[in-house]
């Protein structure tokens, strides 16, 4: 943040946010469904940047111009899901304006239930605002329903049901968002075959060029900013498509590259370690042997005892 910004603005309550909104008070402390209409301020009059202390769930439709897969664009006319946990910035600099509903989640509305142990594994919450989710027209309205009897059930008379009712619809969104982005990754195949194939590339040329000698090993931060997508996004896609996660990827890469060094070269294993981006040898050859049951020298001596064999083979032949 540079010295002339101000520091983000704190929302601590959902009651904060529907005063500075110009809405009326919710109609539950620490949950409320917002109609994006009702918004009774413009866009310039928010703080240029902020951050909630509670779950954002926005459904948005025709929202204008385009989004950003990678190094791809796709139009989001037909609107989606966008989701935010508590504590990360969020900005009001972009231009694009859209109709919707907004679901306001406080911690503390799910913290006696299951769920809220549950919801930091569903990864969504860590995509970024360019990682929607698409939603087809049956999708959409399984949402829109799930929407409508939260907010039938907080106009209705509080009783000792509610929460858990309230609480039960929330898990619902979250358990058909999941669905729905499994269904995207597959719809969206061209555009994640694509990241895959950059991603294997970007590695590739990370081992050849020996950047690891200088920067050390990979990380899915590394890969992730270099393909313009979030971390878990990426694990997310990777993981539906291959069935493996995006570390997973970067570590099966480095056994190719460790295997092909040590079979095509006489550096000793601590060298090779080193290049690849290690800090210990020791910590090479733990790696190696989780991987593949075989020390790297033993690796080594496996593969030229078969090469010794193959050639004594071809000689008597």
């Known amino acids: 943040m540079k010295k002339n910004e101000p520091a983000p603005h ?42 909630l202390n509670f779950y954002k769930i926005s459904y948005k439709k025709g929202l204008r111009g385009k989004i950003r897969y990678g190094q791809s664009y796709y139009d989001f006319d037909e609107g989606g899901l966008v989701f935010t946990s508590p504590n990360q910035l969020l900005a009001t600099t972009d231009d694009t304006e859209y109709l919707g509903h907004t679901l306001l989640i406080h911690p503390d509305f799910i913290r006696n239930y299951p769920l809220a142990k549950k919801i930091s594994n569903f990864g969504f919450f860590s995509y970024a605002a360019n990682e929607a989710l698409h939603l087809s027209e049956k999708e959409k309205l399984v949402i829109l329903t799930i929407l409508k009897n939260i907010e039938d059930e907080l106009q209705s008379t509080i009783d000792d049901f509610s929460q858990d009712v309230i609480v039960a619809q929330i898990e619902l969104i979250l358990n058909y ?8 990754f597959i719809t969206r195949k061209a555009v994640s075959n694509d990241l895959l194939e950059k991603m294997e590339t970007i590695l590739t040329d990370y081992f050849n060029n020996e950047t690891s000698l200088m920067k050390g090993l990979p990380t899915v931060q590394f890969l992730s900013e270099k393909l313009n997508i979030s971390a878990h996004y990426l694990s997310d896609m990777l993981r539906s498509l291959t069935g493996q996660n995006a570390q997973q990827h970067i570590h099966n890469k480095l056994i190719e590259k460790a295997k092909e060094v040590l079979t095509a070269t006489n550096l000793s294993v601590s060298e090779i370690a080193y290049q690849l981006g290690f800090e210990h040898p020791q910590s090479f ?13 033993k690796f080594r001596q496996s593969f030229n005892s078969q090469k010794t064999l193959v050639r004594e083979n071809q000689y008597h032949y």
Do not use: M
């Open 10 to 51: 704190q929302f601590n309550s959902i009651s904060e946010l529907h005063r500075v909104l110009g809405l009326p008070k919710p109609l539950h402390p620490l949950v409320s469904l917002v109609d994006s209409t009702e918004i009774a301020i413009d866009k310039d009059q928010l703080p240029a940047s902020f951050v």
């Open 177 to 184: 968002s999941n669905r729905f982005y499994k269904r995207q």
């Open 285 to 297: 050859s733990k790696f190696f042997k989780s991987k593949t049951t075989h020390s790297p020298l």
